[in-house]
């Protein structure tokens, strides 16, 4: 752990570098088994920090870059943008690629899920760029990235994106429009700058831009939880933006104010999801304490996510345990899944909503053997390879099973 402190202060204080920072997908690591392995970063990134690497007259232009990963042995890779759409294809995305097989920890399967850090920075020598990256090896490195720069989704369009003014040298965090979504700054009501809205409100806020659809949950509970992370952003800045300008008397008071601000993000990050299909639930004819109970107690003071057809039915004995059914929630499985394995102990068949882009095959078959079923949201289940699809049910498949029995 003090290496990964040391390597991201070095980072954050003595490089002039840019930020992209995300979780794995199965299409970044080798899972995919296929020959294009590398990790994806969106063009509009790569062309700010390789403006070589923008080049329309070619096929496929491509950098090199110097790399190490974890402070270790240095290895020049190659930052490739595949652009033959531009000449008849299909193609137009930007990879690295070069980075020796599942001996790169990067690309090694069981690193799906797991978080990765690229801090880009400019000319090294002879051309080329460098690019220092690191990749989480566990619970403990996941969680301090986190503190330090806030909650990291497992969907692309969700990963933090740092960039380096080059006259102040602060960074300015690269934000995603989303229609209607946005807040502007005359929009925040005078009352958050006391008291930031709850995750309620700004969920009811969500709902009155994403109405609710009966045949596309999957998609709307995806579109929700984006419309959410913008609408946090833009109340966070206009929000952060006028405490900063006040200044502050201590430093005692700056740490503890950002602090603050990180907590928030990892609080919203923590129950967005429970939230959402908490809300879709109802949506689709569900009562609570009638279809389904939330967060109630089970036995040992086990408090499983959902609980199917309600806490009350799931502590009677009497009641047939083959006709009960549970539901965790959580954002990314990787190292976390297990934990649902000792909730609701009547229920041997765990089924678990989460948001990750794909899983190894290792991870995989471990929890088939555990019992424990995926559910997907359909937008997500291509990043599943076709043999785990036959197994994951998407979230309008969980509710016609909770709902008809």
Excluded at 144 to 159: L, S
Excluded at 188 to 209: A, G, N
Aim: with cysteine; charged share 25%.
């Amino acid at each position: 752990m003090q290496q990964l402190i040391s390597w991201i202060d070095q980072h954050l204080y003595s490089m002039s570098c840019d930020w992209y920072i995300k979780r794995l997908s199965r299409n970044d690591t080798l899972a995919n088994t296929t020959h294009q392995a590398g990790p994806y970063i969106p063009k509009s990134f790569m062309f700010h920090v390789l403006p070589d690497l923008h080049n329309e007259a070619i096929l496929n232009p491509r950098v090199v870059l110097r790399t190490s990963i974890g402070g270790q042995t240095q290895r020049d890779v190659t930052a490739i943008w595949y652009n033959n759409k531009l000449f008849g294809q299909t193609r137009n995305e930007v990879r690295l690629t070069n980075f020796g097989g599942q001996e790169s920890i990067l690309l090694h399967p069981d690193s799906t899920g797991s978080i990765a850090i690229f801090a880009f920075y400019g000319d090294v020598g002879d051309g080329q760029y460098g690019c220092d990256i690191w990749v989480s090896q566990s619970r403990e490195e996941e969680d301090y990235i986190q503190e330090v720069f806030g909650a990291i989704e497992p969907n692309t369009r969700h990963a933090v994106t740092l960039l380096r003014d080059g006259s102040s040298g602060d960074f300015r965090l690269l934000a995603r429009p989303l229609e209607g979504c946005v807040l502007r700054a005359d929009e925040i009501d005078e009352h958050w700058h006391e008291q930031f809205p709850s995750s309620t409100h700004i969920l009811h806020l969500v709902l009155r831009r994403r109405p609710f659809r009966q045949n596309h949950i999957d998609e709307l509970l995806m579109n929700r939880r984006e419309c959410e992370y913008v609408l946090f952003q833009s109340i966070e800045e206009v929000i952060v933006k006028r405490r900063l300008e006040r200044h502050f008397t201590t430093v005692h008071d700056f740490v503890a104010y950002a602090q603050t601000v990180l907590q928030r993000r990892k609080a919203r990050s923590g129950r967005s999801l429970e939230l959402h299909v908490h809300q879709l639930l109802q949506e689709c004819g569900l009562q609570e304490d009638v279809h389904f109970s939330y967060n109630k107690v089970t036995e040992q003071n086990k408090t499983p996510d959902f609980v199917f057809p309600s806490a009350r039915a799931y502590n009677d004995r009497t009641y047939p345990a083959h006709l009960l059914r549970m539901l965790a929630v959580k954002t990314t499985v990787k190292d976390r899944w297990r934990q649902i394995l000792h909730e609701a102990d009547r229920i041997p068949m765990k089924h678990l909503l989460t948001l990750q882009e794909g899983v190894s095959d290792n991870q995989w078959l471990e929890m088939k053997e555990a019992g424990v079923v995926l559910v997907v949201p359909r937008p997500i289940q291509k990043f599943y390879p076709v043999h785990m699809r036959n197994d994951i049910v998407s979230l309008e498949e969980f509710v016609r099973l909770v709902r008809d029995g």
